[in-house]
Every structure is written in C-alpha cells, then in structure tokens.
Nanobody, 121 residues
Framework: QVQLVESGGGLVQAGGSLRLSCAAS????????MGWYRQAPGKQRELVAA???????NYAGSVKGRFTISRDNAKNTVYLQMNNLKPEDTAVYYC???????????????WGQGTQVTVSS
C-alpha cells in the first residue's frame, strides 16, 4: 500500500507564489520519476513538470521560468515551487510517482489526491 499525500495548495493573487509538496509513504523499493500534473475545469490533465530519480527535469512550456520542480529522495518527497502565478495556472494539481515495488521489481504509477490552486486576477 502506497500513498502520495499532497499539501500546499491554496488561493493566491496573480504574481504570488505557492509551494506544493507531495510525500510518498508505504511499501515500495524506490521511486523513479516524479511529476506534477494539473487539470483545469473542462480541460484534460496535463503534465506540468517532471523530475527523474537523478534530478533531470522537464517543464511544460507555459511554466518554464516560473515553476521549479525538485525532490528530496531521502524524504520521498517532490516539490513544486510556483512563482509569478497567473490566473491560467488555476487548476487541481496532482502529483505522480513511478514506484518500484518492494517485491517483483515492477513499476507502478501512483497519484496524489489533488490539491486546488486558485490564482485570482
């Protein structure tokens, strides 16, 4: 059993900042890639940022230069620092992690519960 627990969402004004956290807990051997997705009303879920176990990162073009993804492997936690937030960033943000099972050496994708980020104009 694995849980990804998110925190840090909230309501901010345009230009403000938020820092999202997602901590993995439970039974697993290791975590490969981790990432953040978001889903706005009426839109499909989209990848915002991802980070490999080695620290390589990728960002959606819409957030480059404003968002920073990082991870603390010792804490099994991924972060998303969001600066200069815009109203179009408003969405439910979901963390994602690809975990290697403690037995069988299989990789499974897990999702956090989602946290609301609302940016007012």
């Amino acid at each position: 059993q694995v849980q990804l627990v998110e925190s840090g969402g909230g309501l901010v004004q345009a230009g403000g900042s938020l820092r999202l956290s997602c901590a993995a807990s439970g039974s697993f051997f290791s975590i490969n890639a981790m990432g953040w997705y978001r889903q706005a009303p009426g839109k499909q879920r989209e990848l915002v940022a991802a980070i490999t176990s080695g620290g390589s990162t990728n960002y959606a073009g819409s957030v480059k230069g404003r968002f920073t993804i990082s991870r603390d492997n010792a804490k099994n936690t991924v972060y998303l620092q969001m600066n200069n937030l815009k109203p179009e960033d408003t969405a439910v943000y979901y963390c994602n992690a690809h975990l290697v099972s403690s037995t069988g050496n299989y990789e499974y994708a897990y999702w956090g519960q989602g946290t609301q980020v609302t940016v007012s104009s």
